[in-house]
């Protein structure tokens, strides 16, 4: 059964852009963790990463240098001034999965985009420009004060649009940082799109294995 929102928010990246945060720092740190301890290195940092989005908010660089620098303490593992310049300047190079550029054009005619993003606001435009298509508004946790998964970060954003969860469908391809609150505060329509990158969780959501089966659900 198709729906129809009167928005379609996303989360950026991972969703929409390949979020690579952990091959950046696989190449950074391919001299200093042995290839055996690599993957549970990486999910430290990951693991970091949400903790320190947790609590009051605070520069992203600052996330990500928090993070490295915690995953390099408990991995006894040396980090180096540069680290999080280099995995944070990364972030606008990163590119969108394929085929989201073209779902997003064919969708963006019918319906208002918004991305909803943990992002800076001098951080996110060159992603924007990655994904091509027209978004009605573009939303960073350094304007709503707040880091997803916190419900603050939606509460901002559906101020913004005057709008409420009723009419919303959210797109996102994590549990932790999207879905899970989304579904809490009552959203018409949480969409995962499957990208493999986090467990799965039993909510009530809409799954989508493809993000080009997103239009059927919209009824295009």
Not at 109 to 123: A, F, G, K, T
Not at 184 to 200: C, K, Q, V, W, Y
């Amino acid at each position: 059964m198709s729906v129809r929102p009167r928005f379609i928010s996303f989360d950026c990246y991972g969703t929409l852009i390949d979020f690579e945060m952990g091959p950046t720092a696989q190449r950074l740190f391919t001299d200093r963790v042995a290839p055996e301890a690599m993957p549970r290195f990486l999910a430290s940092f990951k693991a970091y990463r949400l903790d320190e989005v947790l609590g009051d908010f605070k520069p992203f660089f600052d996330v990500v240098q928090r993070s490295i620098q915690r995953t390099c303490a408990a991995h006894g593992v040396a980090c180096r001034d540069s680290d999080a310049t280099a995995l944070y300047e990364a972030v606008p190079t990163w590119h969108p999965h394929p085929h989201t550029v073209a779902v997003l054009e064919a969708i963006a005619p019918h319906y208002p985009l918004v991305i909803l993003s943990n992002s800076m606001v001098d951080l996110i435009p060159a992603s924007v420009a990655h994904l091509k298509a027209p978004f009605h508004a573009v939303y960073t946790a350094e304007e709503a004060d707040a880091y997803k998964p916190r419900a603050q970060a939606f509460e901002y954003m559906l101020d913004q649009l005057g709008s409420h969860p009723g009419e919303m469908m959210h797109c996102s391809s994590s549990f932790r940082y999207d879905l899970m609150t989304a579904c809490d505060l009552g959203f018409m329509a949480p969409t995962l799109i499957e990208r493999g990158h986090e467990p799965s969780a039993d909510y009530p959501v809409r799954r989508l294995s493809d993000i080009r089966q997103l239009p059927a659900l919209l009824g295009l």
